[in-house]
Nanobody, 123 residues
Framework: QVQLVESGGGLVQAGGSLRISCAGS????????MGWFRQAPGKEREFVAS????????YYAESVKGRFTISRDNAKNTVYLQMNSLKPEDTAVYYC????????????????WGQGTQVTVSS
């Protein structure tokens, strides 16, 4: 069992930066691939970024590539999403997910989810 708790969301101006975190419980955290998803009001949940269990591989949605960076610290059971050059369209609730295999970018089938953290980017 893995429990995930996101933190670090907030209000930021367009062009600004924010780092959100996802803390996981359990000794098996380091064996899971981790991902970030987001859901804006009235829109479907979408994949943002993922990182393999050993941090060797990362993958990004085209909309955030070059602006966002996913990383993890297995010693701290934490995964991060550094968000730079934020845009109003990045406004959403951001969720982290854990999966025993590679992160499923459709969202469906990932093993565990956090409750989400709100990120609001003002213009």
């Amino acid at each position: 069992q893995v429990q995930l708790v996101e933190s670090g969301g907030g209000l930021v101006q367009a062009g600004g930066s924010l780092r959100i975190s996802c803390a996981g419980s359990g000794r098996t955290f380091r064996s899971y691939s981790m991902g970030w998803f987001r859901q804006a009001p009235g829109k479907e949940r979408e994949f943002v970024a993922s990182v393999s269990w050993n941090a060797v591989s990362t993958y990004y949605a085209e909309s955030v590539k070059g602006r966002f960076t996913i990383s993890r610290d297995n010693a701290k059971n934490t995964v991060y999403l550094q968000m730079n050059s934020l845009k109003p369209e990045d406004t959403a609730v951001y969720y982290c997910a854990a999966n025993a295999g590679p992160i499923r970018t459709t969202g469906e089938g990932n093993d565990y989810w956090g409750q989400g953290t709100q990120v609001t980017v003002s213009s």
